[in-house]
T-cell receptor, first 117, second 114 residues
Framework: AQKVTQAQTEISVVEKEDVTLDCVYE???????LFWYKQPPSGELVFLIR??????QNEISGRYSWNFQKSTSSFNFTITASQVVDSAVYFC??????????????FGKGTKLTVNP | DTEVTQTPKHLVMGMTNKKSLKCEQH?????MYWYKQKAKKPPELMFV???????INESVPSRFSPECPNSSLLNLHLHALQPEDSALYLC?????????????FGAGSRLTVL
């Protein structure tokens, strides 16, 4: 069964610090997709990134970067020079391709990031 | 502004009431989802509609009744709920179902059952 572990329940940093959110996943599929979503206090989940299992290239988008390592089944997310607006709960999620139309997004428990001014 | 609109934002209901949550999207998406999220927990999938047909029901109690009247609308009818059903109910949509699809979420309807 697929599983996503976000071991950090809460992280608190001071503005401009770099912070890394960890995500470790388990799957028996060779084809799968990994996602990060951000949930600010307003409630809606905001899509940040999708990565498929065949693409291990790291990605950078502004202050955000993602490190995908299949060897350690990890998909970590780094925010550089954090800002107060980055305060939110961040979810890592996994979807397997083998479910024959019943694909489900499995979320980790989330990491609550608080960036203090 | 979110492209998935949910109403109402807040709802308080008694255990004998009947109410409905509504979700609307105009992105041409053909898959729509209901998730339930308890405080400090991740979202849990309840239902998936694909091309207006129910494709996944995650063994949700019958006091929750989904309806997809057309490709843009998704309702969740509530009846005889229990206090433990109090949660944030999130609607989402995607272009279609499938493991690669990105979900666009609404801001949620926060339900309190007294």
């Amino acid at each position: 069964a697929q599983k996503v572990t976000q071991a950090q329940t809460e992280i608190s940093v001071v503005e401009k610090e770099d912070v890394t959110l960890d995500c470790v996943y388990e799957t028996r599929d060779t084809t799968y997709y990994l996602f990060w979503y951000k949930q600010p206090p307003s409630g809606e989940l905001v899509f940040l990134i999708r990565r498929n299992s065949f693409d291990e290239q790291n990605e950078i988008s502004g202050r955000y970067s993602w490190n995908f390592q299949k060897s350690t089944s990890s998909f970590n997310f780094t925010i550089t020079a954090s800002q107060v607006v980055d305060s939110a709960v961040y979810f890592c999620a996994l979807s397997e391709a083998s479910q024959g139309g019943s694909e489900k997004l499995v979320f980790g428990k989330g990491t609550k990031l608080t960036v203090n001014p | 502004d979110t492209e998935v609109t949910q109403t109402p934002k807040h709802l308080v209901m008694g255990m004998t009431n009947k109410k409905s949550l509504k979700c609307e999207q105009h992105m041409g998406h053909r898959a729509m989802y209901w998730y339930k999220q308890k405080a400090k927990k991740p979202p849990e999938l309840m239902f998936v509609y694909s091309y207006e047909k129910l494709s996944i029901n995650e063994s949700v109690p019958s006091r929750f009744s989904p309806e997809c009247p057309n490709s843009s609308l998704l309702n969740l009818h509530l009846h005889a709920l229990q206090p433990e059903d109090s949660a944030l109910y999130l609607c989402a949509s995607s272009s279609r179902t499938g493991s690669a699809n990105v979900l666009t979420f609404g801001a949620g309807s926060r339900l309190t059952v007294l």
